[in-house]
T-cell receptor
Framework: DAKTTQPTSMDCAEGRAANLPCNHSTISGNEYVYWYRQIHSQGPQYIIHGLKNNETNEMASLIITEDRKSSTLILPHATLRDTAVYYCIVRVAEAPSGGYNKLIFGAGTRLAVHP | DAGVIQSPRHEVTEMGQEVTLRCKPISGHDYLFWYRQTMMRGLELLIYFNNNVPIDDSGMPEDRFSAKMPNASFSTLKIQPSEPRDSAVYFC?????????FGSGTRLTVV
């Protein structure tokens, strides 16, 4: 699976949009971009994933550049409860299949939302 | 749905003792994963199962670690004998489609 690069930490004011970048310049055509987050002392939580098109769900939006070499996770109105470590992961396969189901976590971005 | 259930939440044991961590995946999920998290190494995938069969155990650190999944609703991770460097938070996760659901973890301290 391709390697990802994320900033170590970011700050965001409560109520503002949090834009978390991720570089994945070696991504292959069949690799998806996944985002998870881990709130202190809890297990990681799935946020969103995508292949080429931008995606949106109740938690966030995912913007993938046309060349797919980078993406941005957007939390439209950050709250204090969004303070967490956010992981960007690139991985073959959308659904579990064969030996390509591993989800490998990097160091992530530590997002601090402040009042 | 109660989610992925792990027990115990906290475990303190003495070096050399056997430790067993337990996981109940979400009903209907056919993949189960064991991860370990430490400050130094972050989240590491230890082993995963598909339909109760171990698929990849390349992340298991040593022979002291073993994992089983006797049925679709239960899995164990055993450390025997335990060592202080095994102190970590151990997470279990299960998956059916694209998203993994993680449990709350077991914080293991080996003294």
């Amino acid at each position: 699976d391709a390697k990802t690069t994320q900033p170590t930490s970011m700050d965001c004011a409560e109520g503002r949009a949090a834009n978390l970048p991720c570089n994945h310049s070696t991504i292959s055509g069949n690799e998806y971009v996944y985002w998870y987050r881990q709130i202190h002392s809890q297990g990681p939580q799935y946020i969103i994933h995508g292949l080429k098109n931008n995606e949106t769900n109740e938690m966030a939006s995912l913007i993938i550049t046309e060349d797919r070499k980078s993406s941005t996770l957007i939390l439209p109105h950050a709250t204090l409860r969004d303070t967490a470590v956010y992981y960007c992961i690139v991985r073959v396969a959308e659904a579990p299949s064969g030996g390509y189901n591993k989800l490998i976590f990097g160091a992530g971005t530590r997002l601090a939302v402040h009042p | 749905d109660a989610g992925v259930i792990q027990s115990p939440r906290h475990e303190v044991t003495e070096m050399g003792q056997e430790v067993t961590l337990r996981c109940k995946p979400i009903s209907g999920h056919d993949y189960l994963f064991w991860y370990r998290q430490t400050m130094m190494r972050g989240l590491e995938l230890l082993i995963y199962f598909n339909n109760n069969v171990p698929i990849d155990d390349s992340g298991m650190p040593e022979d002291r670690f073993s994992a089983k999944m006797p049925n679709a609703s239960f899995s164990t991770l055993k450390i025997q004998p335990s060592e202080p460097r095994d102190s970590a938070v151990y997470f279990c996760a299960s998956s059916l489609n694209y998203g993994y659901t993680f449990g709350s973890g077991t914080r293991l301290t080996v003294v």
